[in-house]
């Protein structure tokens, strides 16, 4: 069974940027199309950035197209999640998880076990 750790989230100011990233136990981790999804206080988790298997796919959701890059690396069972130009509306708890393509259009499709998450929190 994959685990999955997230880490790097912290307490920065709006503009500011921070890089998370999602270590997986396993060998399994080259198999999946991976995710960065979010859920903030009182909110449902939502689905912010994906890469393929390959990592030559990415997608985002509106909200942080153009400031966020999520990236991989197969040979560390990593997947990571850049975010520059934080918002205060980005505060929330990041998670990592796997995902589906359908064409370009990525979906939400946890199918491991979720971790701790992240926190991130944006404010001055």
């Known amino acids: 069974q994959v685990q999955l750790v997230e880490s790097g989230g912290g307490l920065v100011q709006p503009g500011g940027s921070l890089r998370l990233s999602c270590a997986a136990s396993g060998s399994m981790f080259s198999r999946y199309a991976m995710g960065w999804y979010r859920q903030a206080p009182g909110k449902q988790r939502e689905l912010v950035a994906g890469?393929?298997?390959?990592?030559?796919?990415?997608n985002y959701a509106d909200s942080v197209k153009g400031r966020f890059t999520i990236s991989r690396d197969n040979a560390k069972n990593t997947v990571y999640l850049q975010m520059n130009s934080l918002k205060p509306e980005d505060t929330a708890l990041y998670y990592c998880?796997?995902?589906?393509?359908?064409?370009?259009?990525?979906?939400?499709?946890?199918?491991?076990?979720w971790g701790q998450g992240t926190q991130v929190t944006v404010s001055s």
């Open positions: 890469v393929t298997i390959s990592g030559g796919e990415r």
């Open positions: 998880n796997t995902i589906s393509f359908l064409g370009p259009t990525m979906r939400p499709a946890a199918v491991l076990s």
